[in-house]
């Protein structure tokens, strides 16, 4: 075979200007897609680092639970129920709700995810939470996300000054006692940490029998799944018990399937998508035109169709692949622009790099196969 | 069935009562009328004929680019008539076809066009292919072209690069259509010089359609067809040389 003229590579180098355009179409194809997957990812993942910063082995939560933007609660009995089962070790419950927050500057008021924690338990894995616990352990205090946006207040920055600050939050008198860092996500542009008693102050309509999620952790050594399936089996169907990871996975399916986001995304990428289909589809389609005649030409020769076909598929994966590198080099120069800019967690993932390669290559193949229609129609008897 | 080794006498193109039809149903029109014709190896022959008159019809069903439909046809031994199209693409490859646009690759140099016609046999694939090809871009006389794209190459050296690529891996028929049709007096007559002279070394037969009078004196054999018939024998009598 190698001793073979490579038809596809000097019909493809042939004519720089032509390759050049496909390799900024497909490049461009490719960046797009990247942007597009690269924000939806960092998006979910923003949305599932609290989940994923929780101090636990498996979840017990209200099966009607999709998001923290709107928790559905269930009873704390459940969890207690729990604790007599071989392998569970200590249980712990959360709370969850959006309220006000007033900014204390300039007394607007705004959304916040309050996080409502027993203080005397480890609920984040997060050590400037569980330093201050103490802190919160007074009635109305707060730690507060120092990453939450800044129109909530300066709040870092006047703590750190001052050491103490007051504000409202649901139009009640609350102290901040701390900050920690989590980060801002589509639920939350910002977020505050009280414990339970003062959580159950803030939301007085809360019935105080009734948790939002609850955190189960193990004993040291033993087995999640079969402790997951076994808990599964022993309660009733009011409740959902899960992995951490799949807690997450609910999250992160809410935002892609029940919300439009998930659609705006994958539509950006399939506008990309479409866009290299075209661009290369064009590029065959030219290059086949042009070389009608030479292909017949080869088909008289003595060439089966066999052989063009694959030069045709060879063309689409050189440009595949000389389109593709370009494109992950500028969509890794995109992400780290997009990164300073939003403050959101992208980066390159390999799982994405070989995602879109594929898809560039299903792309550029696919376009071969619509441009193939033109090749049949060289016809050696019509070139005489 | 007759193999390629058949004696020199058997013919290399042997057509027997041929008829052929364009189109379906009640617009069905038919191009060739009765065709008989043999020709033996090392033979030169011109078909002429007007325009319409369906010698570039028959050029295409002896080169095995469209299939006969009614009576026989026999290329090298072998009956073409209904052939399979994987037959058929095994047939060409043992024709050279000349035609009259050159045809080559543009996105290929001299050298690079020769050697596609090589790379079709297997047992080239394992010699010089590139000292193949440039020998016989020498002996058409283009050796100092070889890496020429056709774009800057001549009419008349292209066609050369035509016949080079037609004859490098020698074959038993080369098949011509108007071959100088687009060239000025001096290339075409050079043209056919080089195809006679390199038929005649590689004993190959040649069937040539042409318009072109001034070619006619390299023929063995002028054949005439007019109307979808052939007329036979009309050489020296009606046709005025060039």
């Known amino acids: ?384 | 069935m007759q193999t390629l080794d058949s004696p020199a006498t058997e013919p290399v193109i042997s057509v027997k009562n041929l008829n052929h039809y364009f189109g379906k149903g009640s617009l069905k029109k038919q191009v060739l009328f009765d065709i008989n014709l043999d020709i033996n190896p090392g033979e030169i022959v011109i078909m002429t004929g007007p325009s319409g008159s369906g010698k570039t019809t028959l050029l295409t069903m002896l080169g095995g680019l469209r299939s006969a439909q009614d009576g026989s046809l026999k290329i090298l031994g072998q009956e073409i008539r209904s052939a399979s199209t994987n037959k058929l693409t095994k047939l060409r490859k043992q024709i050279g076809y000349i035609f009259q646009a050159h045809n080559l690759m543009t996105f290929l140099t001299a050298k690079q066009n020769v050697r596609m016609s090589l790379e079709l046999h297997k047992e080239m694939l394992n010699q010089n292919m590139d000292a193949l090809s440039i020998a016989m871009l020498e002996a058409v006389g283009l050796g100092d072209r070889a890496n020429y794209y056709p774009e800057n190459l001549s009419g008349g050296q292209k066609q050369r690069v035509a016949i080079a690529r037609a004859l490098v891996s020698h074959p038993k028929i080369v098949l011509a259509d108007e071959p100088t049709a687009a060239l000025d007096k001096k290339s075409g007559r050079d043209v056919v010089e080089v195809m006679q002279r390199l038929a005649q070394e590689q004993g190959c037969t040649i069937l040539l359609v042409t318009h072109d009078n001034r070619i006619l004196d390299i023929a063995d054999r002028i054949i005439y067809m007019e109307d979808g018939r052939l007329v036979t024998n009309l050489a020296d009598q009606t046709i005025p040389q060039g």
Not at chain 1, 236 to 246: F, G, H, N, Q
Not at chain 1, 289 to 301: C, N
Not at chain 1, 364 to 384: E, M, N
Request: net charge negative; aromatic share 10%; charged share 20%.
């Open chain 1, 1 to 384: 075979m190698f001793r073979k003229t490579p038809l596809a590579w000097l019909q493809v180098t042939r004519e720089k200007t032509r390759l050049a355009v496909a390799i900024a179409g497909i490049a461009f194809a490719d960046i797009l897609i990247f942007v597009q997957l690269g924000f939806r990812d960092a998006l979910f993942d923003s949305a599932i680092k609290p989940h994923l910063s929780l101090h636990t082995d498996l979840v017990l939560i209200n099966p009607q639970f999709e998001t923290f933007a709107a928790v559905k609660s269930f009873k704390r009995d459940r969890l207690y129920q729990t604790q007599g089962f071989a392998g569970v070790e200590s249980v712990t419950s959360l709370h969850i709700d959006i309220g006000r927050w007033r900014n204390p500057t300039n007394r607007t008021t705004r959304g916040i995810l309050i996080f409502g924690i027993d203080p005397g338990s480890i609920t984040f894995n997060l050590p400037d939470v569980n330093q201050n616990l103490h802190q919160i352990q007074m009635f109305n205090h707060a730690l507060f996300d120092q990453s939450s946006r800044p129109e909530y207040g300066d709040i870092a920055l006047i703590f750190k000054k001052e050491s103490t600050l007051e504000t409202e939050l649901n139009k009640r008198n609350i102290q901040v006692s701390g900050v920690f860092t989590l980060g801002t996500s589509f639920t939350a542009d910002g977020n505050v940490i009280v414990s339970d008693s003062t959580f159950m102050n803030l939301f007085p309509e809360r019935k105080p029998d009734e948790i939002d999620v609850g955190l189960i952790n193990l004993k040291p050594g033993a087995d999640i799944k079969q402790v997951q399936s076994m808990l599964k089996a022993a309660l009733p169907d009011d409740v959902k018990v899960l992995t951490l990871a799949e807690f997450a996975e609910i999250e992160k399916a809410y935002w892609a399937n029940a919300t439009p986001i998930g659609f705006i995304f994958a539509f950006g990428a399939i506008i990309g998508f479409i866009v290299g289909l075209i661009i290369v589809y064009q590029i065959l389609y030219s290059d086949v035109s042009d070389h009608l005649a030479e292909y017949a030409t080869l088909k008289a020769m003595g060439y089966s169709d066999g052989y063009l076909v694959g030069v045709l598929i060879q063309e689409a994966l050189l440009l595949a692949i000389l389109g593709f590198m370009p494109g992950i080099i500028l969509a890794n120069g995109m992400y780290s622009l997009a990164q300073s800019a939003t403050l959101l967690p992208i980066a390159m993932t390999t799982d994405r790099a070989v995602f879109v390669l594929g898809l560039t290559i299903v792309m550029c193949t696919g376009s071969g196969a619509i441009a193939l229609r033109k090749l049949q129609s060289a016809d050696p008897a019509d070139i005489f």
